[in-house]
């Protein structure tokens, strides 16, 4: 079964809203006259409508796209900020003796895994932020 999205949904209603709208009128007893006239009033209900939903669906991709910009920003950040840390290690290491070389390989390794975890977690909280962010918007 195919997956529906909200997009198509909405355009589906849209559509059978306006499918249904002409059905009962064309069905109802009524004179040619006031035929045209109900045919003409859901007919400039139906271009009010699409244009609220597009400029709304406009709205909504614009501050999604905000949103996504300042997590992909934060994420930036966090990544170069360990990446800065990884490389202080590295100038300590070519600046001590093969002992404390060794210690501070050990320490290095242990850093580059555990900000590799922090970029990890902290991509993982971005993207359900994000998502939930999205989830919020489509169910407003």
């Given at each position: 079964?195919?997956?529906?999205?909200?997009?198509?949904?909405?355009?589906?209603?849209?559509?059978?809203?306006?499918?249904?709208?002409?059905?009962?009128?064309?069905?109802?007893?009524?004179?040619?006259?006031?035929?045209?006239?109900?045919?003409?009033?859901?007919?400039?209900?139906?271009?009010?409508?699409?244009?609220q939903f597009t400029s709304s669906a406009y709205e909504k991709g614009n501050e999604w796209?905000?949103?996504?910009?300042?997590?992909?920003?934060?994420?930036?950040?966090?990544?170069?900020?360990?990446?800065?840390?990884?490389?202080?290690?590295?100038?300590?290491?070519?600046?001590?003796?093969?002992?404390?070389?060794?210690?501070?390989?050990?320490?290095?390794?242990?850093?580059?895994?555990?900000?590799?975890?922090?970029?990890?977690?902290?991509?993982?909280?971005?993207?359900?932020?994000?998502?939930?962010?999205?989830?919020?918007?489509?169910?407003?």
């Amino acid at each position: 079964m195919a997956e529906m999205n909200t997009k198509d949904f909405l355009i589906g209603t849209l559509i059978g809203g306006i499918v249904g709208a002409s059905a009962a009128l064309l069905l109802a007893p009524k004179s040619g006259k006031e035929l045209r006239s109900d045919i003409s009033d859901q007919a400039q209900i139906a271009r009010e409508k699409t244009s609220q939903f597009t400029s709304s669906a406009y709205e909504k991709g614009n501050e999604w796209a905000s949103i996504a910009k300042e997590k992909s920003t934060n994420l930036a950040k966090t990544v170069s900020d360990q990446s800065n840390q990884v490389m202080d290690k590295v100038k300590e290491l070519t600046n001590k003796g093969y002992d404390e070389a060794k210690q501070l390989t050990d320490e290095l390794t242990s850093e580059v895994q555990q900000s590799v975890e922090v970029v990890t977690e902290e991509a993982k909280k971005e993207a359900a932020d994000l998502e939930q962010k999205v989830e919020e918007e489509l169910k407003s």
